[in-house]
């Protein structure tokens, strides 16, 4: 298994440019999440999915939207990129029982100039 | 609000010596609390979970302790090693339907010398 992955590993846009983070698992899992890591303030949630078709907001929604039409899938869009979005960005994934781990991929480093 | 609150915000220690991270939580209603080992350049890798009637978990050199009456927990590190350092992230759970429940502390970034 490949667990959790992320395409791309790393991105350079300008403002106001769009783009669209991949993230696959192929664990069967029914929640999938995509957080963002800034130096000193550890991983934030941008939006949720706890199954194929539906999504939620997280912490910091803004800016971000997704979706998840396929289980295995969760994709993280960027309409208009903005300076304050850089960051690395983790998707994970997990099964349905809360008690169970949550596992993460390798993570996306995104810069916005 | 459920907040986690993690002490040291780092730490640097020698090789072969003992170290102990701490967690303080105000997670209501608590689930499970969970550490996780983040190498630089790396996703969060699970060490260990703990539920509110579990007090004391291992996992080879790492051993994480829990308080539900205080909400403390610690990661106790023994004869530490350079590839020990790392961030190391506590997750504390609510007790929820939603999807969502998972509250994240900072970390503590460690940092092993020879």
């Known amino acids: 298994n490949a667990g959790v992955t992320q395409t791309p590993k790393f991105r350079v846009l300008k403002t106001g440019q769009s783009m669209t983070l991949l993230c696959a698992q192929d664990m069967n899992h029914e929640y999938m999440y995509w957080y963002r890591q800034d130096p000193g303030m550890g991983l934030r949630l941008i939006h949720y999915?706890?199954?194929?078709?539906?999504?939620a907001k997280g912490e910091v929604p803004d800016g971000y939207n997704v979706s998840r039409l396929k289980k295995q899938n969760f994709l993280l869009g960027l309409e208009s990129a903005a300076p304050s979005q850089t960051s690395v960005y983790f998707c994970?994934?997990?099964?349905?029982?809360?008690?169970?781990?949550?596992?993460f991929g390798p993570g996306t480093r995104l810069t916005v100039l | 609000k459920n907040q986690v609150e993690q002490s040291p915000q780092s730490l640097i220690i020698l090789e072969g010596k003992n170290c102990t991270l701490q967690c303080n939580y105000t997670v209501s209603p608590f689930s499970n609390l969970r550490w996780y080992k983040q190498d630089t350049g790396r996703g969060p890798v699970s060490l260990t979970i703990m539920t509110f009637s579990e007090n004391t978990k291992s996992n080879g050199r790492y051993t994480a302790t829990l308080d539900a009456d205080t909400k403390q927990s610690s990661l106790h590190i023994t004869a530490s090693q350079l590839s020990d350092s790392a961030s190391y992230i506590c997750?504390?759970?609510?007790?929820?339907?939603?999807?969502?429940?998972?509250?994240f502390g900072k970390g503590t970034s460690l940092l092993v010398t020879p």
């Open positions: 997750v504390v759970s609510a007790s929820k339907n939603s999807g969502y429940a998972l509250n």
């Open positions: 994970a994934s997990r099964r349905r029982t809360i008690s169970d781990t949550q596992y």
């Open positions: 999915s706890v199954g194929e078709g539906t999504t």
